[in-house]
């Protein structure tokens, strides 16, 4: 397998005559190089005595052979170390670094960016016991500091210290410095780990002095004492939280980037579309826009030692909506996210619903990072990934419906306990290490705001519907662009900036669906407004009766309106019903240009690529509405397409790496009026081209 796919690989020997030759004039992510937009990921590691041939040398040709084409360099950078043995240690970096050059691949570095660990230091020395721990650490709001030891998370082991530093504290100069020393060695990127307010121990940091002189010199006010959303003073506080870290990954970016312009940052992000972002801080679409920093997204799955082989359908689609989200808050940036699976069959079907998504893939099995589910499956899935690469990274979405994903809704909207990362809360009997702790409210099902958005994802990917998700920080018109369709599930926080955009898009000739019981009835800090920001686009003001539903006309556009939550119904019943009013608004104002025949558990995307449409298709049909063993069912379907005036269809072909070549393979089709149809059957992940001239 592995001599088939590899001459397809950049530097490897000639591209294959189908693959699509790469646009020079894109603009999409132009500060990132190629290498960076194309990556296939996975760990790499050595010990401090390795020896560059014996050692070194060894992990990379066999990564190499597995189709990776970028190494996360992995080694001691979460141990506390002496300036002496940091600057040892980057001499070996250096010398791995070059000989993965020599290789053709790249390096990035894994760093951890607030986190500290100290070998042996709960009875030992310690960074917080004998070093500036004890002033640089979090604290939480009653002022204790934000340190455990060994046996609370499984990457601290027994008898180690976590100490968890202040992002305002001296660290941030002294983290600064070790990545400029880090940036002079060559290697081409670094990872910075979840630059966060850990909550494992406690929650709500930072309360540290640092953290109240930040925020009061940012804010003019006081830090609050207690967690509580209906105190102002907090509220502002969770905002802060957000801007702070994200101006602590820029500085990351800008100090690497000092001493090697061409050095890209990648941060690793724990945080997606539900609430977790609240209350550790990291909201990853803040830096939507920034130049030189994009993500690696941590895309947990349903269980540590269990990956998705007990998801229900639902919880699929709630896998499909953060791989989406990732996608969106990282901008025209790669988005590299987490490829996580237990076994080779779970495994390759959450890197395809990783590709259809757009992002890159990086393939580990849970929860070791230093470890591939299965190097068979790895080599065949990525083989198929660099013989695609334009198609998959290159290709404009087809999509004409948009999500909106409001990050001050997410915060201040009925806050809840749980993170509502999933639906199912109760682990099958006998899976040990499920993603939540068997409190229903952890479900999104659970949650106001998360489970409107999750349920609208939800029908879309049902209906065969493309969307695209759209981040809210950062908004401007052109990012409305190219939809006919927003959908604002439970739109309540919204800033003065953002309803002036969603105004403009309404009044251009744009559809809304406004869903929940308060439309746009809080600021971008969760405080009630005196009037509605969108009442003009609603049709009603807060002195009027909340009308059930509405249509109204504004400008060239119409607003729809829904008081209750149909999405959240759709969501926890899949009730037709619901299905059907929200899919309404798309049916009247924007038919999508592509249809399936086939069951509803079939994921589509859609994408253009010069003369090609791009169709992905991702089966998940072997999974019901309650846990069940995992499987593989082959579904076979109708992919329908319009074709424009002026154009014919000249081929068709189906690419998969579910078979034993990567290459395209020609079906037939049909053309009957303004469109063409094409027969397949998927058995994980499809990829049909149609080429139109």
């Known amino acids: 397998m592995t001599s088939q796919l590899l001459p397809f690989l950049p530097g490897g020997g000639p591209r294959p005559a189908w693959a699509h030759a790469p646009d020079a004039g894109r603009v999409a992510g132009a500060a990132f190089p190629d290498w960076a937009r194309y990556a296939r990921l996975a760990d790499g590691t050595f010990d401090d005595d390795a020896d560059p041939q014996r050692d070194m040398l060894p992990v990379i040709s066999a990564l190499k052979a597995q189709n990776v084409s970028v ?49 042996g230091g709960e009875k030992g020395p310690s960074f917080y016991k004998n070093s500036s721990g004890k002033d640089w650490v979090q604290r939480g709001l009653d002022g204790r500091p934000n340190v455990f030891y060994g046996g609370l998370v499984v990457w601290v082991d027994p008898g180690d210290e976590s100490c968890w530093l202040s992002p ?69 506080y969770v905002e802060w939280r957000h801007r702070n870290l994200s101006q602590f990954q820029l500085d990351i970016a800008a100090a690497g980037r000092s001493v090697n312009p061409d050095l890209v940052t990648f941060v690793e992000t724990v945080t997606m579309d539900y609430q977790y972002a609240s209350l550790i801080g990291l909201d990853g679409a803040q830096l939507r826009r920034a130049e030189g920093v994009s993500q690696v997204w941590e895309v947990d799955i349903l269980g540590n030692y269990d990956g998705m082989r007990h998801a229900t359908a639902s919880d699929w ?63 065949r899935m990525f083989g198929f990934v660099a013989a695609h690469q334009e198609r998959l990274f290159d290709a404009v979405s087809g999509a004409t419906v948009g999500v909106y994903h409001s990050s001050a809704s997410r915060d201040f909207v009925s806050p809840v306990q749980g993170s509502g990362m999933y639906v199912n809360t109760k682990p099958p009997a006998g899976v040990t290490d499920w993603w939540s702790f068997e409190s229903s409210e952890e479900s999104c099902t659970q949650q106001k705001w998360l489970g409107e958005f999750r349920g609208t994802v939800k029908a879309l990917v049902y209906a065969h519907v493309p969307f695209d998700t759209v981040p809210s920080p950062g ?17 309540q926080a919204v800033s003065d900036p953002e309803a002036d955009v969603l105004r403009s898009f309404v009044g251009g000739g744009g559809t809304v669906v406004i869903t929940g019981p308060a439309p746009t009835a ?26 059930a539903t509405s249509r109204h006309a504004f400008g060239a556009g119409t607003c729809w309106y829904f008081k209750d939550l149909p999405g959240l119904s759709y969501l926890s019943r899949t009730d037709g019903p619901s299905a059907d009013r929200l899919l309404e608004p798309v ?80 079906v037939p089709w049909k053309v009957g009026g303004t469109t063409v149809t094409v027969d397949l059957t998927v058995i994980q992940y499809s990829l049909l081209t149609v080429t139109m001239r």
């Open 317 to 379: 689609t709630c896998l499909i909506s953060m791989y989406k989200y990732a996608r969106a808050a990282s901008g025209t940036k790669p988005a590299w996210a987490f490829s996580y699976g237990w076994k080779a069959d779970d495994a390759s079907l959450v890197m395809a619903e990783l590709l259809a998504a757009g992002c890159n893939p990086y393939e580990v099995k849970s929860p070791f990072k230093d470890q591939s589910t299965d190097t068979a499956m790895r080599t």
């Open 168 to 236: 305002n504290s001296p660290w941030r100069d002294y983290y600064l410095a070790r990545i400029r020393a880090l940036a002079a060695t060559g290697v081409d990127a670094i990872w910075p780990d979840v630059p966060i307010y850990f909550d494992g121990a406690m929650s709500w940091c930072d309360a540290s002095s640092w953290a109240a002189a930040a925020f009061k010199a940012d804010t003019g006010l006081e830090l609050p004492r207690t967690a509580d959303f209906a105190n102002p003073g907090f509220r502002r």
């Open 522 to 547: 809080l600021d971008a800090f969760g405080t009630a407004r005196t009037e509605y920001a969108l009442a003009d686009v609603l049709g009603f003001r807060r002195a009027d009766p909340v009308p």
């Open 71 to 119: 190494i996360e360099l992995d080694t001691v950078l979460s141990n506390w170390l002496t300036d002496q043995q940091f600057t040892a240690h980057m001499a070996k970096v250096k010398g791995f670094a070059d000989l993965a050059h020599t290789a053709g691949m790249r390096v990035v570095m894994y760093y951890p960016s607030l986190e500290l660990i100290s070998p």
């Open 587 to 666: 049916r009247t104002a924007a038919p999508p240009a592509v249809s399936l025949t086939g069951d509803h558990r079939i994921h589509l995307e859609l994408s253009h690529l010069g003369d090609d449409t791009v169709v992905q298709l991702v089966n998940f049909t072997a999974f019901g509405e309650s846990p069940a063993p995992f499987r593989t069912t082959p579904a076979a379907c109708t992919v329908s397409l319009e074709v424009p005036a002026g154009r014919q269809v000249t081929a068709a072909a189906v690419s998969s790496p579910d078979g034993a070549s990567p290459a395209p393979v020609p």
């Open 475 to 491: 908004l401007d018109i052109a990012d409305l662009a190219r939809y006919r369709v927003l959908y604002l599930p439970n739109l």
